[in-house]
């Protein structure tokens, strides 16, 4: 577990004496072995109370156990803001380039890092079993949706995703409980998303969500909670991080799906493929 990464992306869902310990421990993370959890409490004007609840919250069953990964942790101590989250107006196109590709890979790096294993599992199963799928998102995530709707349809799945916001909510009071709703939302703020999920979660139906680590609406009325990294700066150029993990997440849920039956749906790929190539000039 990357520690660095978990406690930054659970910063804002913090309690005030949380944060503090938060701070201290990003700032001084090579150190934080030597400490006993009432050492790390003095130093940050806490208590040994409020530094156990703080490892706990970002996943760890005790102090020790927190700073055992805490020394394994490869990440570098500095601001993971580098020198690849933002282009320059003077940068060259070879240095966009090289930016570009490996802000992708550690986003994707990121997301498998935050990933519960467990909830991916059980989305995976969950699709697998569905009679409908439904997918919501608007915006950067409707591309999403559209994306994985298409992966899903190439294995004999019934997908079911529309652009207009309003005939999504259409599609909600139709879903029955053998369904299954995937709710795509970076921020899990969308009010149209969250309308239409609340909507299949009344009708019974299973629900997942694909949001940003941390709580929000979206997520908060899933059963099924899928977050990838808390890392779009305030100003979304293209919402390129947000998308390559989103993308990177669809890719895993459709291979885990699809693994599961893969001699039907290996006959089901050769013919969608057979069908396309038809179409293409010789």
Do not use: W
């Not at 196109?93 to 790096?109: D, G």
């Not at 916001?165 to 709703?181: F, K, N, P, Y």
């Amino acid at each position: 577990m990357n520690c660095s990464l978990i406690i930054k992306q659970s910063f804002e869902n913090m309690t005030d004496s949380e944060k503090k310990i938060a701070e201290y421990v990003l700032d001084n993370t090579s150190e934080i072995y030597k400490l006993s959890a009432a050492e790390l409490a003095s130093f940050t004007d806490t208590s040994g109370a409020s530094v156990i609840r703080f490892v706990k919250k970002i996943g760890f069953e005790g102090f020790q156990e927190f700073k055992i990964a805490l020394a394994k942790n490869d990440v570098e101590e500095k601001d993971e803001e580098s020198d690849y989250d933002y282009i320059d107006v003077k940068d060259t196109v070879r240095e966009v380039m090289s930016k570009t590709a490996r802000k992708n890979i550690k986003t994707i790096e990121d997301t498998l890092e935050l990933l519960d294993e467990k909830q991916v599992e059980e989305a995976m199963n969950a699709i697998q079993k569905a009679k409908h799928i439904y997918l919501f998102g608007v915006g950067a995530s409707a591309l999403i949706a559209l994306d994985f709707q298409y992966k899903l349809l190439r294995i004999n799945k019934n997908a079911f995703m529309h652009l207009d916001s309003h005939m999504q909510l259409s599609m909600a009071a139709h879903i029955e409980a053998e369904d299954v709703a995937i709710a795509i939302s970076y921020a899990g703020k969308t009010k149209e998303v969250y309308s239409a999920l609340s909507k299949a979660k009344e009708k019974g139906a299973k629900c997942i969500s694909i949001t940003k680590y941390g709580s929000n609406p979206v997520s908060s009325i899933a059963d099924i909670k899928l977050q990838v990294p808390s890392i779009e700066k305030d100003l979304r150029v293209g919402a390129i991080s947000s998308r390559i993990a989103q993308l990177t997440l669809i890719d895993i849920l459709f291979i885990g799906v699809a693994k599961n039956n893969f001699g039907q749906i290996d006959r089901s790929l050769r013919e969608t493929r057979k069908m396309v190539e038809e179409l293409k000039f010789k």
